[in-house]
């Protein structure tokens, strides 16, 4: 099973409300579970007993970005008109593609459908996410080298 099967995976537990999913062959087994909003994945290689809960890591980031954003009512009003580029995944989010190359954008760059905005590392691989959208780069949401959850908001664009 590669990385796109364990993402489709994971979109489909997502999707389909159901609140865990095993998955079991001789050389690996993975549990997907959902809970209040976070999804714990467990992956136990056959010959070597290893547990990891990627999801548990992100709760203290998005606390500290609901917490700024909740007092300022008028600032929700202002942020519907953008469209969020979303994670795909669950994994570390990175803005440039090695520590000495710059970020691949920043605020105020304009980007076009498939321009790639970001990496985000899971599972020792760097997946390179691309915009879905056209416009330009009003907020960048998330920390560099921070973990990041499926479906989280990544960047605002203003599609205008």
Do not use: W
Not at 34 to 44: H, K, L, P, R, Y
């Amino acid at each position: 099973m590669d990385i796109k099967d364990i993402q489709n995976l994971i979109r489909f537990v997502a999707k389909a409300g159901v609140s865990e999913v095993k998955y079991k062959t001789k050389d690996f087994e993975i549990n997907i579970k959902t809970q209040s909003e976070t999804e714990g994945i467990t992956f136990v290689p056959q010959q070597h007993q290893v547990m990891a809960a990627p999801a548990q890591l992100p709760a203290a980031p998005q606390a500290q970005q609901a917490q700024p954003e909740a007092p300022a009512a008028g600032n929700a009003e202002d942020e519907s008109k953008y469209v969020a580029i979303k994670s795909p995944m669950i994994g570390t989010f990175y803005r440039k593609p090695s520590p000495d190359k710059p970020s691949f954008i920043n605020v105020g760059d304009d980007v076009k459908s498939g321009t790639v905005v970001c990496v985000i590392e899971a599972m020792k691989l760097f997946n390179q996410i691309e915009s879905e959208v056209s416009g330009k780069i009003v907020k960048i949401l998330v920390d560099d080298a921070s973990p990041v959850e499926y479906d989280q908001p990544l960047f605002l664009v203003d599609p205008s």
